[in-house]
């Protein structure tokens, strides 16, 4: 950019998935002390969830999105014939966020996962379509209301992203895409919650089954748990040494505690492990 000159009021286009969305956010918010940018996002995680919301970030070896800022696209393009580009897996782990959306915030939306599970992994463009679009307006809708994160509402947007994000920086990522990563942390906060007696058996059951519906996965693979809990620790959303957990109270309802005890977090995940 130094040697072609970019100037300050020249827009910046992020066309690819959720890296290049990050990286592309990062560097217009921080050269010229800030430029405009576009996000053309081409792979499902990146349409539905990381391109809407203005959260702008890059990963350390020490923890994941530690180095960023908020800084809104001045649009989001999304194209969803680009997704028939996207290899099997990348396209699959994509659609973790969207079960996440319908988990937390839209009945409705988890059971068209439920059962257009064929039409989704074939990415008929209809369904498609239509299951990214309603998942699009969740997140804006939540950011709208709470852009910063300051208010609590846009905090339940991270349910199974603080057991996802610990353990894509303690598997170096490398092995776990972010949506299988977010998987994991899924079924560990439905398991921690059911144990809390917060979460129904039913819903925990339910996600499960859909989770392993779309090849995601639900067990922790082979890591070293120490890098694992160090991570958690790092986590933007603790406060203090407590870690907050996005909770399930039935389909559609989430909350949030910072009272889950060590011992019931570490049985939790230690009983998920392969």
């Given at each position: 950019?130094?040697?072609?000159?970019?100037?300050?009021?020249?827009?910046?286009?992020?066309?690819?998935?959720?890296?290049?969305?990050?990286?592309?956010?990062?560097?217009?918010?921080?050269?010229?002390?800030?430029?405009?940018?576009?996000?053309?996002?081409?792979?499902?995680?990146?349409?539905?969830?990381?391109?809407?919301?203005?959260?702008?970030?890059?990963?350390?070896?020490?923890?994941?999105?530690?180095?960023?800022?908020?800084?809104?696209?001045?649009?989001?393009?999304?194209?969803?014939?680009?997704?028939?580009?996207?290899?099997?897996?990348?396209?699959?782990?994509?659609?973790?966020?969207?079960?996440?959306?319908?988990?937390?915030?839209?009945?409705?939306?988890?059971?068209?996962?439920?059962?257009?599970?064929?039409?989704?992994?074939?990415?008929?463009?209809?369904?498609?379509?239509?299951?990214?679009?309603?998942?699009?307006?969740?997140?804006?809708?939540?950011?709208?209301?709470?852009?910063?994160?300051?208010?609590?509402?846009?905090?339940?947007?991270?349910?199974?992203?603080?057991?996802?994000?610990?353990?894509?920086?303690?598997?170096?990522?490398?092995?776990?895409?972010?949506?299988?990563?977010?998987?994991?942390?899924?079924?560990?906060?439905?398991?921690?919650?059911?144990?809390?007696?917060?979460?129904?058996?039913?819903?925990?059951?339910?996600?499960?089954?859909?989770?392993?519906?779309?090849?995601?996965?639900?067990?922790?693979?082979?890591?070293?748990m120490e890098i694992v809990n160090d991570a958690m620790a790092l986590d933007k959303?603790?406060?203090?040494?407590?870690?907050?957990?996005?909770?399930?109270?039935?389909?559609?309802?989430?909350?949030?505690?910072?009272?889950?005890?060590?011992?019931?977090?570490?049985?939790?995940?230690?009983?998920?492990?392969?």
């Amino acid at each position: 950019m130094v040697v072609n000159r970019a100037k300050r009021d020249e827009t910046i286009i992020a066309l690819g998935g959720g890296v290049v969305g990050d990286l592309a956010g990062f560097v217009a918010s921080t050269y010229n002390r800030g430029m405009n940018f576009v996000q053309a996002p081409t792979s499902v995680a990146a349409m539905m969830d990381a391109s809407i919301g203005g959260k702008t970030a890059v990963d350390l070896k020490q923890g994941k999105n530690l180095v960023g800022a908020f800084h809104q696209p001045l649009m989001v393009i999304a194209d969803v014939s680009t997704l028939v580009t996207l290899p099997r897996r990348e396209a699959v782990e994509g659609w973790a966020e969207g079960i996440k959306h319908g988990l937390i915030l839209d009945p409705g939306l988890f059971e068209i996962f439920e059962s257009e599970k064929e039409s989704l992994l074939e990415l008929d463009h209809v369904v498609t379509t239509d299951v990214i679009k309603r998942s699009m307006g969740i997140k804006a809708r939540i950011v709208s209301l709470d852009e910063r994160e300051t208010l609590g509402y846009r905090t339940l947007l991270n349910y199974g992203h603080t057991l996802g994000h610990a353990l894509e920086t303690a598997t170096e990522y490398g092995v776990l895409l972010h949506g299988e990563a977010v998987a994991i942390g899924m079924m560990a906060a439905a398991k921690i919650g059911n144990r809390l007696g917060i979460t129904p058996d039913t819903l925990v059951e339910r996600q499960e089954r859909v989770l392993r519906s779309f090849d995601l996965p639900i067990s922790i693979p082979k890591v070293d748990m120490e890098i694992v809990n160090d991570a958690m620790a790092l986590d933007k959303k603790a406060e203090g040494s407590r870690l907050r957990w996005v909770l399930l109270k039935d389909l559609g309802q989430a909350v949030v505690r910072d009272d889950v005890p060590d011992t019931l977090i570490r049985d939790v995940l230690s009983s998920m492990l392969r």
